[in-house]
């Protein structure tokens, strides 16, 4: 089984919808299983999902390899704290992908100071 | 050029000096040696200087030195033993300076490094950010410098408040606090100059009864915003902040870290109130440059899923952190034993956003703590009755006085934060004094009541509430505990450095003691920003070096923190800050001179930590983090010594 523990309008997805506590849905693993797979099992629209994702705690992404007995964290995309571009630069913002570099380059602080090391 | 003088006080000395030349004046009325006030000033520029009446007696005093007219900026020196005030043109060296550039400056050249922090030799210094006062959106902050006498270093904190703009708008670049007077004393600044009136009165109260009479005393919430300490910082409590008024007039804007409230009180300095009317705002230099830059900065934070209305900060507040760093393991719980909260959920954002909707029936999205804030993330919590209970709580607040206490009761949660605005405390050093009593037998975890009684002991400044008022490490060493979390003597904030260990680095070896604002490290690792970093990983060094740098800069600007999250991810927001100052400076800046100046920041800021006697042993996280492996990932602190020195190496 793998719990995944939702947030914000996902919590509808779960039977207790109650903010101040866990709202944890209990999905069968299967073999193959990623965070996308199980997202689309669970009937979660993922225009709905944010970009915040962990995997027992780990920042992941949709493509993440899931194992039996791992635990989920979601959270939407109106609570997110990440660009959705990092996953899917299709819908990044303009000025999201006219940023230089790849999203796992640094920042524009990090190259203004990486030579003053 | 010679500004004119009007003196209505009796027996007072007034020494002028004008653009350098010693034009020395004296005026002398009034009967016997009385007590001597002495305006000292330099009008660059021609202008009506005015000194206005008051009362004059062995208690009060009152002087001033009229701003109106006067088109450049200057620093205004307050010395508390004579209750003096002095305007001094800005020396050349500190001409592109300002906030934390500027406070970290002043305090580093003229603060003996080795000075007891509440001694007379200790300086409090304010600045308004460089593009404070401005149109320029989110930049209301102002810098507090100091020695600290939390961590015995270097001190810059700041707040969001409308009080910044004002100073700002007044022309005073810097606000420097000397000396130290008997007893408490109000000082009133306004167009027409600056005045002393007794404080002893207002003391031993809580600032939610003050502020209003205080108000009410200097016109009203539209004319004047009041800076003030609480009990905590009369009684010169190494936890106590500096607060300043919201726009609604709430007393819940804090300088919070580092016990800069306690230096203030040292100076017997109560309150700062200033009004602006009359004042003819900031100059600019090019105004096609800034409009330029400032348009930018919107665009990227109205843009940004982070700052964007009813985006992530404006819903849920910072408290919305609560539920994605418990997810990520790093949430510290019981005074930094785990990094998972099972009551996590209780005290989070949504729960914030949820309980507000449920008892007030509307859904409250969050207010701007400052005027011309677009970010908007200040937020209210309400009792069942639908009554307002207390503004704001902040992530680090939920945290500190809920998670890490193993609190997870809302309303207890939100009456220790409304004690800690009441008594003027830093809400972070003071949930994690909690923490580190209960470690050490005080209370038991969890027990919200009690911790609530806790800190009325501080706000009775009785002895054991002295103790918690000392902060965490004192605590520790009074209850016999080796699980304190801190660096340099400041308890560590919201974020377990053993499961984000950029954070963790900023933590060692920032110039502030455990300080997370220093280097905003948390934001690529959790949020994301400006790219996808493992928390987990130790190569560290780097970012933690140019974060910090960042971060300085930020601090210069006036701007709030929170446009980092907008302005790493879309690069035009970035260069819109650089063109905002260069608007305003005349300058040319690009985004090189970020890391050149917040280098120069820093290395002000060591200097002065090295000449108070800090050595790289002090950039150490407590030991108990390298061999304690915190749940759920089961990690130690492992970053080398060597790998930390090397950072400012």
Not at chain 1, 54 to 82: C, E, H, I, K
Not at chain 2, 14 to 38: C, F, L, N, Y
Request: with cysteine.
């Amino acid at each position: 089984m793998i719990d995944i523990h939702l947030y914000g309008k996902l919590r509808r997805f779960a039977r207790d919808q109650d903010p101040t506590s866990p709202s944890i849905v209990a999905v069968t693993w299967e073999s193959g299983d990623t965070i996308r797979s199980i997202v689309l099992r669970l009937g979660i629209p993922l225009t709905d999902l944010g970009s915040n994702m962990f995997l027992n705690g780990r920042y992941a992404t949709l493509d993440a390899t899931v194992q039996d007995g791992d635990r989920l964290g979601l959270f939407p995309d109106d609570m997110q704290l990440l660009y959705k571009w990092y996953f899917s630069p299709s819908q990044g913002s303009a000025a999201a992908k006219s940023r230089q570099g790849s999203p796992d380059s640094t920042s524009p602080i990090g190259g203004g100071t990486k030579s003053e090391g | 050029m010679r500004g004119r003088l009007i003196v209505a006080n009796p027996g007072i000395v007034v020494r002028q000096q004008h653009a350098g030349k010693d034009a020395t004046e004296d005026v002398r009325r009034g009967i016997g040696a009385p007590p001597s006030i002495q305006v000292r000033f330099s009008c660059p520029t021609p202008g009506i200087a005015t000194i206005v009446g008051g009362q004059l007696n062995n208690q009060s005093t009152r002087n001033g030195y009229g701003l109106k007219g006067a088109p450049m900026d200057r620093f205004l020196r307050v010395d508390m033993s004579a209750r003096t005030v002095s305007f001094e043109d800005i020396p050349s060296k500190y001409k592109n300076r300002a906030g934390r550039w500027l406070t970290s400056s002043i305090i580093h050249d003229e603060v003996p490094a080795t000075c007891h922090p509440l001694g007379p030799n200790n300086k409090l210094v304010f600045s308004p950010g460089i593009v404070t006062g401005t149109a320029s959106p989110t930049s209301s902050r102002i810098s507090v410098g100091g020695k600290s006498p939390l961590t015995g270093g270097i001190k810059e904190a700041n707040a969001g408040t409308g009080w910044a703009r004002r100073l700002a708008k007044l022309g005073i670049r810097a606000l420097i606090v000397e000396g130290q007077a008997d007893g408490f004393w109000t000082l009133k600044i306004d167009c027409h100059g600056a005045s002393f009136e007794p404080a002893e009165s207002w003391t031993g109260e809580r600032l939610s009864d003050v502020y209003p009479t205080m108000f009410d005393r200097f016109d009203s919430l539209e004319s004047v915003d009041i800076c003030s300490i609480g009990i905590a910082g009369e009684h010169r409590m190494p936890a106590a902040g500096i607060c300043f008024n919201d726009q609604n007039g709430r007393p819940s804007r804090y300088a919070g870290r580092g016990g800069l409230g306690a230096v203030m009180g040292s100076k017997g300095l109560k309150f700062i109130v200033i009004n602006d009317a009359g004042a003819e705002g900031i100059s600019i230099a090019d105004q096609e440059t800034f409009d330029g830059g400032r348009k930018k900065m919107a665009a990227a934070l109205t843009d940004h899923a982070i700052t964007k209305p009813q985006g992530a900060l404006n819903s849920y507040g910072t408290a919305v952190l609560v539920n994605i760093i418990n997810e990520a393991g790093a949430l510290p719980t019981n005074n930094f034993r785990t990094g998972r909260f099972d009551g996590a959920a209780k005290i989070a954002g949504e729960a914030i956003f949820e309980g507000n909707k449920a008892r007030t029936g509307a859904e409250l999205y969050n207010h701007a703590c400052s005027p011309g804030c677009i970010i908007r993330c200040s937020n209210t919590w309400h009792r069942e009755d639908g009554t307002e209970h207390t503004s704001c709580i902040e992530y680090e607040s939920a945290w500190a006085l809920g998670a890490n206490c193993g609190v997870d009761n809302l309303d207890q949660v939100a009456e220790m934060n409304l004690l800690c605005n009441e008594y003027g405390l830093d809400t972070i050093e003071i949930g994690g004094t909690l923490a580190v009593a209960m470690e050490g037998g005080v209370a038991d975890f969890g027990d919200g009541a009690k911790a609530i009684e806790l800190i009325h002991e501080i706000g009775k400044a009785t002895p054991l509430g002295k103790i918690l008022g000392a902060g965490a490490k004192v605590a520790g060493k009074t209850f016999g505990v080796a699980r304190v979390p801190h660096v340099k003597g400041q308890n560590m904030p919201a974020y377990e450095p053993r499961a984000i260990k950029g954070i963790g680095m900023t933590y060692a070896i920032s110039t502030m003691g455990a300080d997370h604002t220093a280097g905003y490290t948390i934001a690529p690792e959790i949020l994301g920003v400006s790219g996808k970093l493992d928390p987990l990983n130790p190569d560290k060094v780097e970012l933690a070096r140019n974060f910090q740098y960042a971060t300085a800069f930020i601090d210069t600007t006036g701007h709030c923190l929170f446009i980092a999250f907008a302005i790493l991810d879309i690069a035009s927001g970035f260069e819109g800050m650089v063109e905002e100052c260069n608007g305003v400076l005349g300058t040319a800046w690009t985004a090189d001179d970020v890391g050149r100046i917040g280098k120069e920041i820093l290395d002000l800021e060591l200097d002065f930590n090295r000449r108070a006697g800090f050595t790289p042993a002090d950039d150490r996280l407590p030991e108990f983090m390298t061999y304690e492996p915190l749940p759920p990932h089961d990690v130690v602190w492992d970053i080398s010594e060597s790998d930390i020195d090397s950072v400012f190496g």
